[in-house]
């Protein structure tokens, strides 16, 4: 959906575990049709908002990570993803370069909804895959869309980053909104046996780098 216009709404303290950022609120508003369904034309306004954990100086080229929310992962330590362990990464990545940005987004099971992502699940549970999962329940195999985050970045007066990241897809996204991606930093977790072929899917079927699992 094309991004009409994004804002700054909040900056506060926030003391974490790895080290002091601050933290900022940003929304954006964007006008067009529901991207996540084939076929859906009907026009739509929504506000839509990110997150941003800031750390130390970012003028130059900061580390910077684009997170999907994922509440099964993040807040309730699922072993069904490696999202929580991702962003626990990130975070561990910006505290030892000193300085970086972590992007927060509400974009929950790659951008279908909580409710419908639980009911992904469930067809996983009877053998679909989470690309397979999401068709079924008539979605696109990842809905996200990446202009909000690479709009905040710019309102920040950012232009270039080193980028956390296994997914081309946001590579992509910077780049084409004007951001040079100067290096992708990859976000590798080791494979837990309760998420291994949810990172082979990732890799087989949406085209993300890693080095997590064998080639063959």
């Given at each position: 959906m094309p991004l009409?216009?994004?804002?700054k709404?909040a ?9 002091r950022?601050r933290?900022l609120?940003?929304e954006?508003t ?17 506000t ?6 800031v ?8 580390t ?17 993803c ?20 972590l992007?927060y ?6 951008g279908i ?10 067809l996983?549970?009877?053998g679909l895959?989470?690309?397979e999962a999401?068709v ?9 869309e ?11 007066g950012?232009?270039?980053?080193r ?9 992509a ?13 990859p ?10 072929h949810?990172?082979k899917?990732?890799r087989?079927?949406m ?7 064998p080639?063959?």
């Amino acid at each position: 959906m094309p991004l009409e216009s994004v804002r700054k709404v909040a900056d506060a303290n926030f003391p974490t575990r790895w080290g002091r950022f601050r933290i900022l609120g940003f929304e954006g508003t964007v006008v067009g049709p529901e991207p996540c369904r084939e076929g859906t034309t009907a026009p739509s306004v929504k506000t839509e908002g990110v997150v941003a954990l800031v750390m130390g100086d970012v003028s130059a080229a900061p580390t910077v990570r684009i997170h999907s929310q994922c509440l099964t992962g993040d807040v309730f330590h699922s072993l069904r993803c490696d999202c929580r362990q991702q962003l626990e990464l990130a975070l561990e990545t910006i505290a030892e370069a000193g300085s970086g940005i972590l992007l927060y987004e509400q974009q929950e099971g790659r951008g279908i909804g909580l409710m419908a992502k639980l009911k992904a699940y469930e067809l996983q549970d009877q053998g679909l895959d989470t690309v397979e999962a999401n068709v079924e329940l008539g979605y696109k195999p990842d809905c996200r869309e990446f202009e909000l985050p690479a709009a905040v970045l710019k309102l920040m007066g950012i232009d270039s980053v080193r980028l956390i990241t296994n997914n081309p897809e946001k590579v992509a996204a910077l780049e084409a909104a004007g951001i040079t991606v100067v290096e992708r930093i990859p976000a590798d977790i080791e494979p837990h046996d309760t998420f291994r072929h949810y990172l082979k899917v990732k890799r087989e079927k949406m085209g993300h780098l890693s080095n997590s699992l064998p080639t063959r």
